[in-house]
């Protein structure tokens, strides 16, 4: 069955996101830990066309965008031409393997919704660098708010059965086992009453 993250035009993802308010908090947490962390190689998981790549600042040695999408990854490159030590890799990250990959910084919002939690955590554990950051941007559970919120971009409705949210007591759980530990965590609250669980773990 094709995925439906890769019939969903960049267009009506980042109006969408945008409308309920993520596509900022995304890129806000993005900011705020990469300028906090300073990374020299960093991996963004679901990067779709590059979201809080403005932010890239200082000096990297690489920066690698994994999407399922390759259109989106696309626009990424045509995006930031300049943007020094790129690369894009399309693929199904609780799939892929590469043994190249090695990042101090790996970047993961609304990401493992998406996935087999703990065979995707295997790859990203492989691919942190000892000492190295794994930033996840979550949404928490609640039943009284769709999943997927509605807007008139209907493209994005296709998500609604492909989404599954995460227990964070269970995601804490799956860290821990594989020896990622926990350094900070925190809780916000969107307009929409939607609320994400940004967390911090290092290898």
């Known amino acids: 069955m ?14 969408h996101m945008s409308e309920v308010g993520q596509l900022q908090l995304f890129n806000s947490a993005f900011k705020h830990y990469f300028d906090l ?11 779709t066309a590059g979201n809080g790549f403005e932010n890239i600042k200082h000096k990297t040695d690489s920066i690698t ?13 045509k995006r930031f031409p300049d943007l020094a030590h790129l690369s894009i890799i399309c693929g199904d990250i609780q799939h892929l ?34 000492e190295g950051k794994l930033i996840t941007v979550l949404q928490m559970p609640n039943e009284n708010i ?10 994005i409705e296709q998500l609604s059965e492909k989404m599954k949210l995460i227990d964070i007591t269970y995601f ?12 900070e965590s925190k809780i916000i609250t969107l307009q929409s009453s939607k609320q994400f669980y940004i967390s911090v773990h290092s290898k």
């Open 146 to 155: 769709s999943t997927v919120s509605p807007t008139k971009f209907k493209s």
């Open 65 to 77: 965008a994994i999407d399922i999408n390759n259109d989106y990854l696309l626009e990424l490159k």
């Open 2 to 15: 094709k995925n439906p993250w890769t019939n969903i035009p960049i267009e009506e993802y980042e109006k």
């Open 172 to 183: 804490e759980e799956v860290m821990n086992e594989n020896n990622l530990k926990k350094e």
């Open 97 to 130: 393997k590469s043994n190249n990959l090695s990042s101090d910084f790996i970047y993961a919002a609304l990401i493992f919704e998406y996935v087999d939690l703990c065979k995707t955590i295997l790859n990203i554990r492989n691919w942190l660098k000892n």
């Open 37 to 47: 962390y300073h990374p020299k190689d960093i991996i963004v998981l679901g990067a």
